[in-house]
């Protein structure tokens, strides 16, 4: 990672707002970043994002966090809010919220009233104006959790917004125990000084973190604490765990009917139910959660909360329940013994009649359906006192199916008409959809996305969609022109689709791990005009190799007035690197070929 310049010292120590040195800080952030016309396609960029954490006299720690925004088109689409919240039984100080002039470097519009500024116990919603108007928004404020006497928390390197420049400080006391792991990261620059140690991990140009990806991307990610241990770590998990469940359970009995006659339809009921209520915080700071006290709010839920009421609940309604926890960095060696080790929570629940299954709150199928974000995944638990980890199998390639069928009729004129179906399955959900966006909705966004390269004429505002949590299948209208007249002939052209991933596969320069077997599918039934007939069908081939394969196929039917073809392309096994990757590249090469392909049609005398 490259190093940035260091930020004053009066940002990192200031006690309230207007010690951020604006003239310093500010316009030396405007002077370094790039314009912001290079983040062309992302709604706004974070000039600065700051994290520094310490320890006070008494035990207590702190976390102090800068973010400073530049707008690039319409921030307030993507970023409406930012809540902050203080720690359960800790204390909020906001240090800065307010517009500043790219050119005066002076506030132009404050963001909170002033009695909102100093010490509080209570949530702070800052709303971002509908444009900042070529200025820069900054943030400021300092949360404190009591009587810890450790300082540890998980931070997400990359977020949903590009970043220039990013500074993790952790200080501790001079010779202090301190362990780190990370994800895409370097190790920390260590600087020992007479009172404290200080370990900072600085990074310029973060991109954007990926949604959707059919291969392995840990996403870069920092965890530390002064305490060190796995079964310290998941001991932290199931206490935080019983923590929130002991909180929230009397608050979510007392508004929501929770028994039923039938305890397994109640149960699949409830997870729903808390599904739809699970959202994923910014995490703009750290991801060391701040409180328990969201149901009292807006009536959502993090992952951690949701996990923690249905194990709570599903347990009294005389389901089997179980605890296990997806680690976000490795595990072997000496790691972190705080709950910042952990990505997500995920239980295990059995239903008095029926079979068991993991689940993890935000997941986009439905209870009873594998997450497919899950598959090829190690979480973590403990039974007996000690460590146990559970692998969810990415299962055959066949129960991870893409598949495109174009079901067209062709005129004398060259024009067709029909449908194009797409139907996935298993984990093409997650590579496909974000997490977080269920249902039709996601579906739509995620078809935005597509690319008809040789084909127009497809309506996406016509789509028909059937979700049903673990697959999701759509129906396109479609009226193009499909094939050039001449005066006797026609020439057709081979309808195809590009998809992001596809891209993705022929960019992919490291050695990469896929995270499921899969297959992919396009086929083509298209009916002859009346009276015309195939001059030359495309040149097909099969390939196979290292697991890896393409099926190619075209055929008549029909007394000679049906064209029929299909590409099946099929990766076996999950491991993807060296010779095996270099081979999903040329036979995606290959089958992307097929959008310059076309069909010789001649009328018959």
Same mark, same amino acid.
């Given at each position: 990672?490259?190093?940035?310049?260091?930020?004053?010292?009066?940002?990192?120590?200031?006690?309230?707002?207007?010690?951020?040195?604006?003239?310093?800080?500010?316009?030396?952030?405007?002077?370094?970043?790039?314009?912001?016309?290079?983040?062309?396609?992302?709604?706004?960029?974070?000039?600065?994002?700051?994290?520094?954490?310490?320890?006070?006299?008494?035990?207590?720690?702190?976390?102090?966090?800068?973010?400073?925004?530049?707008?690039?088109?319409?921030?307030?689409?993507?970023?409406?809010?930012?809540?902050?919240?203080?720690?359960?039984?800790?204390?909020?100080?906001?240090?800065?919220?307010?517009?500043?002039?790219?050119?005066?470097?002076?506030?132009?519009?404050?963001?909170?009233?002033?009695?909102?500024?100093?010490?509080?116990?209570?949530?702070?919603?800052?709303?971002?104006?509908?444009?900042l108007d070529g200025n820069v928004m900054v943030l400021g404020f300092k949360q404190t959790w009591p009587g810890r006497v450790n300082?540890?928390?998980?931070?997400?390197?990359?977020?949903?917004?590009?970043?220039?420049?990013?500074?993790?400080?952790?200080?501790?006391?001079?010779?202090?125990?301190?362990?780190?792991?990370t994800e895409g990261m370097d190790p920390p620059v260590m600087e020992r000084g007479n009172l404290k140690d200080k370990y900072e991990?600085?990074?310029?140009?973060?991109?954007?973190?990926?949604?959707?990806?059919?291969?392995?991307?840990?996403?870069?990610?920092?965890?530390?604490?002064?305490?060190?241990?796995?079964?310290?770590?998941?001991?932290?998990?199931?206490?935080?765990?019983?923590?929130?469940a002991d909180i929230l359970e009397p608050v979510y009995v007392k508004e929501n009917k929770i028994n039923g006659a039938n305890k397994?339809?109640?149960?699949?009921?409830?997870?729903?139910?808390?599904?739809?209520?699970?959202?994923?915080?910014?995490?703009?700071?750290?991801?060391?959660?701040?409180?328990?006290?969201?149901?009292?709010?807006?009536?959502?839920?993090?992952?951690?909360?949701?996990?923690?009421?249905?194990?709570?609940?599903?347990?009294?309604?005389?389901?089997?329940?179980?605890?296990?926890?997806?680690?976000?960095?490795?595990?072997?060696?000496?790691?972190?013994?705080?709950?910042?080790?952990?990505?997500?929570?995920?239980?295990?629940?059995?239903?008095? $009649?029926? &079979? @068991?299954?993991?689940?993890? /709150?935000?997941?986009?199928?439905?209870? +009873? %359906?594998?997450? =497919?974000? #899950?598959?090829?995944?190690?979480?973590?638990?403990?039974?007996?006192?000690?460590?146990?980890?559970?692998?969810?199998?990415?299962?055959?390639?066949?129960?991870?199916?893409?598949?495109?069928?174009?079901?067209?009729?062709? $005129?004398? &004129? @060259?024009?067709?008409?029909? /449908?194009?179906?797409?139907?996935?399955? +298993? %984990?093409?959900? =997650?590579? #496909?959809?974000?997490?977080?966006?269920?249902?039709?909705?996601?579906?739509?966004?995620?078809?935005?996305?597509?690319?008809?390269?040789?084909?127009?004429?497809?309506?996406?505002?016509?789509?028909?969609?059937?979700?049903?949590?673990?697959?999701?299948?759509?129906?396109?209208?479609?009226?193009?022109?499909?094939?050039?007249?001449?005066?006797?002939? #026609?020439?057709?052209?081979?309808?195809?689709?590009?998809?992001?991933?596809?891209?993705?596969?022929?960019?992919?320069?490291?050695?990469?791990?896929?995270?499921?077997?899969?297959?992919?599918?396009?086929?083509?039934?298209?009916?002859?005009?009346?009276?015309?007939?195939?001059?030359?069908?495309?040149?097909?081939?099969?390939?196979?190799?290292?697991?890896?394969?393409?099926?190619?196929?075209?055929?008549?039917?029909?007394?000679?007035?049906?064209?029929?073809?299909?590409?099946?392309?099929?990766?076996?096994?999950?491991?993807?690197?060296?010779?095996?990757?270099?081979?999903?590249?040329?036979?995606?090469?290959?089958?992307?070929?097929?959008?310059?392909?076309?069909?010789?049609?001649?009328?018959?005398?």
């Amino acid at each position: 990672m490259l190093v940035g310049i260091m930020l004053s010292a009066a940002l990192l120590l200031a006690p309230c707002a207007g010690a951020f040195d604006v003239e310093q800080d500010l316009q030396r952030l405007l002077t370094e970043a790039p314009s912001s016309e290079l983040f062309e396609g992302s709604n706004g960029l974070i000039l600065l994002r700051e994290i520094k954490y310490s320890l006070t006299a008494d035990g207590s720690m702190e976390r102090t966090t800068f973010l400073v925004f530049e707008e690039v088109s319409r921030l307030v689409d993507v970023l409406p809010e930012v809540e902050i919240a203080p720690p359960e039984g800790g204390k909020l100080e906001i240090l800065e919220a307010a517009v500043f002039g790219r050119d005066t470097l002076r506030r132009t519009l404050p963001l909170l009233p002033e009695s909102a500024f100093g010490v509080r116990s209570t949530p702070v919603s800052v709303r971002v104006p509908s444009s900042l108007d070529g200025n820069v928004m900054v943030l400021g404020f300092k949360q404190t959790w009591p009587g810890r006497v450790n300082v540890e928390d998980r931070v997400a390197v990359s977020l949903s917004l590009p970043q220039w420049e990013q500074r993790i400080i952790v200080e501790v006391p001079k010779g202090s125990d301190f362990y780190w792991k990370t994800e895409g990261m370097d190790p920390p620059v260590m600087e020992r000084g007479n009172l404290k140690d200080k370990y900072e991990w600085t990074s310029i140009n973060v991109r954007p973190k990926r949604w959707n990806s059919i291969f392995v991307h840990n996403e870069p990610v920092i965890a530390f604490s002064m305490r060190e241990g796995l079964k310290r770590s998941l001991e932290a998990g199931y206490e935080y765990i019983q923590y929130l469940a002991d909180i929230l359970e009397p608050v979510y009995v007392k508004e929501n009917k929770i028994n039923g006659a039938n305890k397994t339809k109640r149960g699949f009921d409830l997870l729903s139910e808390l599904n739809a209520k699970t959202f994923h915080p910014l995490d703009l700071s750290g991801t060391l959660p701040a409180g328990a006290d969201t149901l009292k709010g807006k009536g959502l839920l993090t992952q951690w909360e949701s996990a923690a009421l249905a194990w709570r609940l599903l347990g009294r309604m005389g389901w089997e329940t179980d605890l296990f926890f997806l680690p976000a960095v490795e595990t072997e060696g000496k790691v972190p013994g705080s709950l910042a080790l952990w990505e997500a929570p995920v239980v295990y629940v059995k239903p008095p $009649s029926g &079979e @068991g299954f993991f689940y993890k /709150f935000g997941q986009i199928e439905k209870p +009873g %359906a594998v997450a =497919s974000g #899950l598959y090829g995944r190690t979480m973590l638990g403990l039974k007996e006192g000690e460590v146990t980890r559970e692998t969810v199998s990415a299962q055959p390639a066949q129960k991870h199916l893409l598949e495109l069928q174009w079901d067209l009729s062709l $005129s004398s &004129e @060259g024009k067709a008409e029909g /449908f194009l179906y797409m139907k996935a399955s +298993g %984990a093409w959900i =997650s590579d #496909l959809l974000e997490e977080g966006q269920n249902g039709k909705e996601g579906v739509r966004k995620f078809m935005g996305a597509l690319r008809f390269q040789n084909v127009s004429g497809v309506s996406l505002r016509d789509a028909e969609i059937d979700y049903k949590g673990s697959a999701f299948t759509v129906t396109l209208p479609v009226d193009t022109n499909l094939g050039i007249v001449g005066q006797d002939n #026609l020439l057709v052209r081979w309808p195809t689709v590009f998809m992001p991933w596809q891209e993705e596969v022929l960019d992919e320069t490291e050695s990469a791990k896929i995270r499921h077997p899969f297959v992919f599918q396009q086929k083509l039934k298209l009916r002859l005009p009346d009276g015309y007939k195939v001059l030359v069908l495309p040149t097909t081939g099969s390939y196979e190799k290292e697991g890896v394969s393409l099926l190619e196929d075209v055929r008549i039917r029909g007394k000679g007035k049906v064209l029929e073809g299909e590409t099946k392309l099929v990766a076996a096994g999950s491991s993807l690197s060296g010779e095996k990757l270099d081979i999903l590249k040329a036979l995606m090469t290959r089958l992307m070929r097929w959008k310059d392909v076309t069909v010789p049609l001649q009328k018959k005398p």
